[in-house]
């Protein structure tokens, strides 16, 4: 699945999947534990609420580069009966084992970073654009990579939560991630470097 497809010295457009490297739910049912299993949830079941953290290692992607877009993608393995809307908020702190829903990590609300994304019940595939929330990361104005997913307008009425893969889904193609592209500067170092868990390819520039 992952593999180095950059050759040595090109200058053009580069693509690159990050995976999620780890991820977690909260939920109010059961507020001083957390679930961590092959499927992230998000919503509400009943009275309760769900959501979920996913954190990435951008450690791989240099610096000088110029970013064009970064999208999240994750893969819908629940069922809904009507379209949800979710929001993405960047996490102000690192999560962990120990983060429960009573004790959670805070996240950034600044509404230029915040996005929002809509889930149909025929949806698999949902892309939602964090590229100003990445430009952050990769200047370092926002420190930890890592990011919470609500239910943005959660409705008591409404039962039902949805899943989608976590970062330790045994399907791999189910895996989170997040896809960059960007333009290698001249004369930047060569990057990527080999043997490391994502896949990149070449994008030729257009004159």
């Not at 698999?124 to 990361?137: A, H, M, Q, S, Y």
């Amino acid at each position: 699945m992952f593999a180095e497809c950059i050759e040595k010295g090109a200058v053009g457009m580069a693509v690159v999947n990050i995976p999620a490297s780890k991820s977690l739910t909260l939920s109010s049912k059961i507020p001083l534990k957390n679930i961590k299993r092959n499927k992230i949830f998000i919503g509400g079941q009943g009275r309760y609420v769900y959501y979920s953290y996913l954190f990435f290692n951008i450690d791989m992607i240099p610096g000088n580069i110029s970013l064009l877009t970064a999208k999240l993608v994750l893969f819908k393995t629940g069922k809904l009966q009507e379209t949800r809307r979710f929001a993405i908020y960047p996490l102000l702190q690192e999560f962990c084992s120990l983060t429960t829903y009573l004790h959670s990590c805070p996240f950034e609300v600044c509404p230029t970073l915040r996005r929002t994304f809509n889930v149909s019940a025929s949806d698999i595939v949902v892309e939602t654009d964090i590229t100003e929330l990445f430009g952050r990361w990769l200047n370092n104005t926002l420190v930890n990579r890592g990011i919470a997913i609500i239910e943005e307008k959660f409705n008591f009425q409404v039962t039902g939560r949805t899943s989608f893969g976590s970062a330790y889904c045994k399907d791999k193609t189910l895996i989170p991630y997040i896809r960059v592209v960007y333009k290698e500067k001249e004369g930047s170092p060569y990057f990527p470097i080999p043997n490391i868990g994502y896949c990149a390819t070449v994008i030729p520039c257009q004159s």
